[in-house]
């Protein structure tokens, strides 16, 4: 059973820097990722990291966001610099249990019916650019 729990959110000013964790507990996961949902919007993906430790942007984070993890600490991270107002947003951490998706693939998980059964999601931690 795997449990995902998110924390670093918080309000930050336009242009500002922000560090998201993710500690992982439970049963092996494959790839993991970053997602984000705005009030009103559909829950959207923002970096993905693969077990070889390759990862993935979506265009509107990219040079701006950075996704590592660190696997002594169980630990996922999202380094986020020059935060824009746009970029407010629940942030979520999400992990494939069953090795379903790859790489930028697992960006769909929001909506991958097929893949639903193998994929974790953590609460989500607020971010609020202003």
């Known amino acids: 059973h795997v449990q995902l729990v998110e924390s670093g959110g918080g309000p930050v000013q336009a242009g500002g820097s922000l560090t998201l964790s993710c500690v992982v507990s439970g049963s092996p996961t494959y790839c993991m990722g970053w997602f984000r949902q705005a009030p009103g919007k559909e829950r959207e993906g923002v970096a993905v990291?693969?077990?070889?430790?390759?990862?993935s942007y979506e265009d509107y984070v990219k040079g701006r966001f950075i996704i590592s993890k660190d696997r002594a600490k169980n630990t996922l991270y999202l380094q986020m610099r020059d935060l824009e107002p746009e970029d407010t947003a629940m942030y979520y951490c999400?992990?494939?249990?069953?090795?379903?998706?790859?790489?930028?693939?697992?960006?769909?998980?929001?909506?991958?019916?097929?893949?639903?059964?193998?994929?974790?999601w953590g609460q989500g931690t607020q971010v609020t650019v202003s």
């Open positions: 999400a992990a494939d249990v069953e090795g379903l998706f790859v790489g930028a693939g697992f960006f769909s998980a929001p909506v991958a019916q097929w893949g639903r059964r193998s994929v974790r």
């Open positions: 990291i693969d077990t070889d430790g390759s990862t």
